[in-house]
């Protein structure tokens, strides 16, 4: 129990210095670090107890052994007291006998002395002298006798006394079993309580363990749902650089064509001066002038469209340094992930880990069960030690009693015959043994109390095994709560999953008509495609003919004004397309961002019923691993506990054959082979012990 008490106190302290890492601002290196050395602590305590446990088997066995000696003993030491009792009453018998064989002499010598006085009266040559003489030896004799039956009135008296106080010392040892019995007395013991103790720390333990490892799942779920961020932002990252090329070839394209264009311009001012030289007209100079106002007009929205383009491609510039720096985050958000997965592995292991130590504790309290058994079989084996110790007391003193009455007897008859000659020395010795009598008497009181104290130890020890079985018992209804829960958490997770699938189905219907409408927005959007291709191919034969009018001096007029109105034309045509194309390209964006949405929903689901059914899976496998582990943990216990029973039941010297014979100096049981083997022997002594023994000292038992 001491061991035990000091497991507990440095499992507190290891436990309070594990708390003070936990809450204490330090590394996570140093929290596994300390998580892994508490484990190993348990670990120790697991295999002491086992230790301790294994100890406390061989002392059962022991006791069991020594149990089944004492057994065998009092039955022969019962055969014995009848016996001794039979030989008593012979020897009582014999003594009425020898004290009515006095009577008859002495009345006859009476006589006797009674006719030698007359005779000698009437010859009148007795002397009055040897009269008086044989007068005072009778005196003597009587005094004598009436001393010894004194005594063996003493001797009775004092043999009731001791009756009496034997059953007292019964009607206490009764009080002391109804006690022992009692459950409230176990519960209120102090070894149970502090057992108790020890539970109530340890669920606490497991409590603040279990309050960890769901911090460290929400902070996983908080970590993954800000990677599914990340992963949408990267994606719309990837969108935008597309856009951005997208733009980037139209504006090259843009520039090239206002290259063109003012090649172009070039061209038709210089025709124009040249066509000014030769005709001097006033009306195509207004003309002219009117061409060049409308090409600088276009002039000035290509430059727009040139600066808007720009500050497009700077804009592209910015998303790409947002998106450089998004991934660098991305990126230290992955090493967190990581960093947390692995804690959160530590804390899965700790857990099976305390797991393991709930199953330690509960055969630990199967254990302790078992060993308050053994306190009490031990305290019952105690009293009917008591109880035969006392018997053997009573016994010694009547043969004492019995052996007194008959030397006295003796001495009596050979007073009788030597003329009492050694009365006094009788005396003597008869004072010497009620002295040793008295000295025995105070012996057996010492060890009456001896016997209290170990009564007390033993008491306190069930008190300790009652509050250890009470402290089981409350873990054992923890328990029996845990497993509802679980069983809660069980249903809980079914119905789940019905409703996951349920909203499985209605999404991957959603998703069905989403792609019917992007198939649709695809189409529209090839369609307005060939129509910008369509337009382009316009404008390129557009430009041709311009070129051609220009190369054409004669019909330049009504060429410019045909180029004037087509260009008029193809714009408006060219911003009605460019229009349409910006909705379509607007309504494309709105349509991919909520497939993005609906696909990032997917796989938020898709991962949670993925998580639910590993859990699910989990605490299945765990709930048969749990059915299995007790059931071949109790058969094992059945096919040890079968082996030991063998192993007691054989002889421990040749460890083949049973047990037949008792030493009945030490009460160890050996087979007949090897305690003949013994006796053949000069030095005869108890393989076990090594006590010395004869012939007469061997019994044999049947088991």
């Known amino acids: 129990m001491k061991s035990l008490q000091e497991t507990i106190s440095s499992q507190q302290a290891r436990s309070e210095s594990l708390s003070l890492a936990l809450n204490g601002q330090k590394s996570n290196e140093d929290v596994i670090v300390a998580l892994r050395n508490h484990n190993d602590c348990l670990k120790e305590v697991a295999e002491n107890a086992s230790q301790a446990i294994s100890i406390i088997n061989e002392k059962h066995k022991r006791y069991l052994d020594e149990i089944e000696a004492f057994k065998s003993n009092h039955s022969r030491e019962l055969q014995e007291i009848k016996r001794i009792s039979g030989e008593l009453e012979e020897s009582i018998a014999e003594l009425e006998e020898s004290q009515r064989k006095l009577v008859v002499l002495q009345l006859q010598r009476h006589g006797s002395v009674m006719d030698a006085s007359g005779a000698n009266a009437v010859n009148g040559g007795i002397s009055t002298h040897k009269s008086s003489d044989k007068s005072m030896s009778w005196q003597d004799l009587k005094d004598a006798v009436d001393a010894a039956k004194t005594l063996a009135g003493n001797r009775l008296l004092e043999l009731h006394q001791t009756q009496e106080d034997n059953l007292i010392l019964s009607k206490e040892l009764g009080d002391l079993e109804g006690q022992l019995k009692d459950e409230k007395y176990v519960l209120v013991s102090k070894p149970y309580m502090i057992l108790n103790d020890k539970l109530q720390h340890l669920n606490a333990e497991i409590e603040r363990y279990r309050g960890l490892v769901e911090v460290l799942q929400n902070d996983k779920d908080q970590l993954m749902q800000r990677e599914k961020e990340i992963s949408a932002k990267a994606e719309s990252l990837d969108s935008v650089k597309q856009t951005i090329i997208t733009y980037e070839k139209k504006i090259e394209e843009l520039e090239t064509q206002i290259q063109i264009l003012f090649s172009e311009k070039n061209d038709l001012e210089t025709k124009v001066e040249e066509t000014l030289q030769d005709s001097g007209k006033k009306d195509f100079k207004n003309e002219i002038h009117v061409m060049a106002a409308a090409l600088s007009n276009e002039l000035g929205m290509m430059e727009n469209q040139l600066s808007r383009s720009k500050d497009a491609a700077s804009e592209a510039l910015a998303l790409r340094e947002q998106a450089e ?295 299945k496998n765990e709930v048969m691993e749990l059915t299995s582990e007790t059931e071949e943990t109790t058969v094992r216990k059945l096919e040890d506990e079968i082996k030991e029973c063998k192993g007691i039941l054989k002889c421990g010297v040749c460890f083949d054959r049973p047990k037949e014979v008792v030493i009945t100096k030490c009460f160890h049981l050996f087979c007949s082979l090897c305690i003949q083997r013994n006796l053949e022997i000069r030095h005869r002594k108890c393989p076990g012990c090594g006590t010395p023994f004869g012939q007469n000292d061997v019994r044999e038992v049947k088991i």
């Open 325 to 619: 720096s998004l991934r660098s985050l991305v990126a230290k958000k992955i090493e967190e992930h990581k960093k947390i997965s692995d804690k959160y592995n530590s804390q899965v292991i700790e857990i099976k880990s305390l797991k393991a130590l709930v199953e330690e504790l509960e055969q630990e309290k199967q254990e302790l069960e078992f060993i308050a058994d053994m306190t009490i079989a031990d305290i019952e084996e105690s009293e009917t030690r008591a109880r035969n110790q006392a018997e053997y007391l009573r016994s010694n003193l009547e043969e004492h009693s019995l052996e007194l009455r008959v030397k006295a007897a003796n001495e009596a008859e050979a007073a009788c015959q030597q003329r009492l000659s050694f009365a006094e020395v009788e005396l003597e010795e008869l004072r010497t043994k009620v002295d040793a009598s008295e000295r025995d008497v105070v012996e057996l009181k010492e060890a009456i109390r001896i016997k209290e104290a170990e009564g007390d130890a033993y008491i306190s020890d069930i008190e300790t095994v009652g509050q250890a079985y009470e402290d089981m018992q409350t873990q054992n209804q923890h328990l029996l709560q845990q497993l509802t829960d679980r069983d809660d958490f069980n249903i809980k997770l079914v119905s789940d999953s019905v409703k996951m699938k349920q909203a499985c189905s209605s999404l991957l219907s959603d998703k069905l008509m989403l792609e019917k409408q992007l198939q649709q927005v695809n189409t529209s959007l090839e369609s307005s495609k060939l129509k910008i291709a369509r337009g382009e191919e316009q404008m390129k034969t557009c430009v041709a003919q311009a070129i051609k009018t220009s190369a054409e001096n004669r019909h330049l007029t009504i060429s410019l004004e045909r180029i004037a109105l087509e260009l008029s034309n193809t714009d408006k045509e060219l911003k009605w397309l460019r229009s349409s194309v910006g909705s379509s390209e607007k309504e494309y964006e709105q349509t991919q961002q909520k497939i993005s949405e609906l696909r990032a929903l997917l796989e938020h689901e898709r991962s949670e019923r993925r998580r639910l059914e590993e859990q699910y899976e989990e605490v």
